[in-house]
C-alpha cells in the first residue's frame, strides 16, 4: 500500500508570492490534517479536511488555505508569502475516526527570500 | 501556550540501555496520546498510542505510560539501539466530543541519541 505522497519536496519562492503544495492520502483514507514546522514553533496544526469538508481549523491567517478533491487528495495554497512562511509542510492522511492514527508524507520544504 | 510540553531537548543513552522520553501536557481534554519518531527529511512515523483509559501500552521494545493525574506520559524504549536515533515527538489529541477533528498537538521534541 504507498504511503502519503507530498509534492513537490522543495520549493524556493519569493516575498508576496503564493504556492499550491499537494497531499495525495494513503488509499482510502478520507481525511488530510495540514501541519508546518518551524524551529521556533513545531509542528503546528493548520487545518484539517474529510470529505471535501474542512471540519477543523487551526490558529492561521487567512492567507493559508486548502481543499480537498473527490479522491480524497488535498492542496494547501498560501498566498502573499512572508518570510516567516518559511517552514517544512506536512501532512497526514487517516480516516478520519476518533483515536485513528495519522500517517505523514515526507513533507515540502519550502523556503521564502 | 504551550499545551504539550517535552522539557528534555536531548537525551544521550547507551546501546542496549532503557531509553525513556517524558512529555506533560496541561488541557485535562486530551484523551488520547501518540509518540511518533522522525529522521531528518522525512515525515513523522508512528511508534506507539495510549488512550486515557488505559495507564500502559506496550508494542516490543516500546512501552508508554501514561499518569492522568500527573498529565504526564512517557515513552520507555528497551533494549535502545543505535537505530532509534532520532526525535521523538508526543502528541495528544482530545478525541472525544468531536471538536478536534484531525488535530494533533505536538511537543517540541527530543533528541535521542543511542551510542554504540
Known amino acids: 500500500k504507498a504511503g502519503v505522497t507530498q509534492t513537490p519536496r522543495y520549493l524556493i519562492k519569493t516575498r508576496g508570492q503564493q504556492v499550491t503544495l499537494s497531499c495525495s492520502p494513503i488509499s482510502g483514507h478520507r481525511s488530510v490534517s495540514w501541519y508546518q514546522q518551524t524551529p521556533g514553533q513545531g509542528l503546528q496544526f493548520l487545518f484539517e479536511?474529510?470529505?471535501?469538508?474542512?471540519?477543523n481549523k487551526g490558529n492561521f491567517p487567512g492567507r493559508f488555505s486548502g481543499r480537498q478533491f473527490s479522491n480524497s487528495r488535498s492542496e494547501m495554497n498560501v498566498s502573499t508569502l512572508e518570510l516567516g512562511d518559511s517552514a517544512l509542510y506536512l501532512c497526514a492522511s487517516s480516516s478520519g475516526q476518533p483515536r485513528d492514527i495519522q500517517y505523514f508524507g515526507a513533507g515540502t520544504r519550502l523556503s521564502v527570500l | 501556550d504551550q499545551q504539550v510540553k517535552q522539557n528534555s531537548p536531548s537525551l544521550s543513552v547507551q546501546e542496549g540501555r532503557i531509553s525513556i522520553l517524558n512529555c506533560d501536557y496541561t488541557?485535562?481534554?486530551?484523551?488520547?496520546f501518540l509518540w511518533y519518531k522522525k529522521y531528518p527529511a522525512e515525515g513523522p512515523t508512528f511508534l506507539i498510542s495510549?488512550?486515557?483509559?488505559?495507564d500502559k501500552n506496550e508494542d516490543g521494545r516500546f512501552t508508554v505510560f501514561l499518569n492522568k493525574s500527573a498529565k504526564h506520559l512517557s515513552l520507555h524504549i528497551v533494549p535502545s539501539q543505535p537505530g532509534d536515533s532520532a526525535v521523538y515527538f508526543c502528541a495528544a489529541s482530545a478525541a472525544a466530543g468531536g471538536t478536534s477533528y484531525g488535530k494533533l498537538t505536538f511537543g517540541q521534541g527530543t533528541i535521542l541519541t543511542v551510542h554504540p
Open positions: 488541557n485535562s481534554m486530551f484523551d488520547y
Open positions: 495510549i488512550s486515557s483509559i488505559k
Open positions: 479536511y474529510f470529505s471535501e469538508t474542512q471540519r
